[in-house]
């Protein structure tokens, strides 16, 4: 098994800190960074919370950083296969019928970027965020959590809210439905692995289909 009970974990902390943490971690913080910071300087304030994220799970009564590595055996590759499938199907039909001019693009006008992308967005992105918004959010804060499937719906809409910066209902949408599948390979599948070869792939063909342009910070337009 990947993962000790959760509540059992976060049981040695008490609730109101718990509340407190969970509250202007998932919630308080990336409100405060979409709506109060410009946009040049929103990765650096990420960067700086994901690493508090990654010392507060590190400082979690009972969790174990071997504890992530034990999940291979429970990666189901047929629901890789369809995942990926369908992540490149719906950007495919996303970006053709909102920028079809941004088809490829990355590739097309740079292809050593695009291949750095494909290289560094599963180690610097997609794996810093799973930490975060996986074992972090369920390992720590369990205790707090709804019961089972409502505790997915909720991940995935923290992993969506922490994308507001985006201020993009394209954004908001497929983070969303990304985010229920991460969560349910990281809980249902037991599997830590899983979810960041998902996450990665979900990431990589984004890129490469060229809806980059919906996640890149020069795009940023505030509604007010």
């Known amino acids: 098994m990947l993962v000790v009970s959760e509540t059992v974990v976060s049981r040695d902390l008490p609730r109101r800190r718990l509340w407190a943490e969970f509250l202007g971690f998932f919630l308080v913080l990336p409100v405060s960074v979409a ?9 650096p304030v990420l960067f700086f919370s ?18 992530l590595l034990r999940g291979w055996h429970g990666i189901d590759w047929r629901a890789v296969a369809v995942f990926a499938l369908i992540a490149t ?15 490829l693009m990355v590739f097309r006008l740079d292809p050593w970027l695009w291949l750095a992308i494909m290289v560094f967005y599963p180690l610097v992105s997609a794996l810093p965020q799973e930490i975060v918004f996986r074992p972090l959010f369920f390992r720590r804060y369990g205790a707090i959590l709804p019961p089972a499937r409502a505790a997915l719906v909720l ?9 507001l ?9 497929m983070t ?14 037991r ?12 990431g990589n063909i984004l890129f490469t289909v060229g809806m980059g342009v919906f996640f890149y910070s020069g795009n940023v337009v505030r509604p007010f």
């Open 191 to 202: 599997s830590f692995p899983m979810a960041v070869i998902l996450h990665a792939i979900a």
């Open 89 to 103: 199907a719906v950007s495919l039909a996303v970006l053709l019928a909102m920028r079809p001019e941004a088809f």
């Open 155 to 163: 991940n995935a809409a923290f992993f969506s809210l922490a994308h």
């Open 35 to 43: 709506v109060l910071l410009p946009a040049t300087a929103m990765f």
């Open 165 to 173: 910066l985006y201020w993009n209902w394209i954004v908001a949408t």
């Open 50 to 67: 994901t690493m508090i994220g990654i010392v507060l799970l590190h400082l979690t009564p009972g969790f174990r950083w071997r504890d």
């Open 176 to 189: 969303f439905a990304g985010g229920l599948v991460f969560a349910w390979a990281y809980e249902e599948r």
